[in-house]
């Protein structure tokens, strides 16, 4: 059984970056589909990003394209969220999650909207603070 472990968060400026890491202890990710989900206070927890196989697309939610990205190291053993241009809305905790059986799809539990719990792996999460 993997763990996932997240780092990286803390208080950043309007405007700044991060970069959050989830670290697999016990194994790699490879064959799951990968995703970062982020919950802000007094919302649900909704999907951010996916990566699924390599070569596969990554996905982005609409109001983090273009500023965040999703990578992978060569071992697929730690994902990777740079996020950019951070703003206020972007404040909340950050989990990461993992699944063999759900792919990274606008219509899988990475995105849909209470799916989420369906997944297989998750991390205790980080926070990030976007203030001034």
């Known amino acids: 059984q993997l763990d996932l472990v997240e780092s990286g968060g803390g208080l950043v400026q309007p405007g700044g970056s991060l970069r959050l890491s989830c670290t697999a202890s016990?194994?790699?990710?490879?064959?799951?589909?990968i995703g970062w989900f982020r919950q802000a206070p007094g919302k649900e927890r909704e999907g951010v990003s996916c990566?699924?196989?390599?070569?596969?697309?990554?996905l982005y939610a609409d109001s983090v394209k273009g500023r965040f990205t999703i990578s992978a190291d060569s071992a697929r053993k730690t994902v990777y969220l740079q996020m950019n241009d951070l703003k206020p809305e972007d404040t909340g905790v950050y989990y990461c999650?993992?699944?063999?059986?759900?792919?990274?799809?606008?219509?899988?539990?990475?995105?849909?909207?209470?799916?989420?719990?369906?997944?297989?792996?998750w991390g205790q999460g980080t926070l990030v603070n976007v203030s001034s």
């Open positions: 016990g194994g790699t990710l490879n064959y799951y589909a």
């Open positions: 999650a993992a699944d063999r059986r759900v792919g990274c799809w606008a219509t899988s539990a990475f995105f849909a909207p209470g799916q989420d719990g369906r997944l297989e792996l």
């Open positions: 990566l699924g196989s390599v070569g596969s697309p990554r």
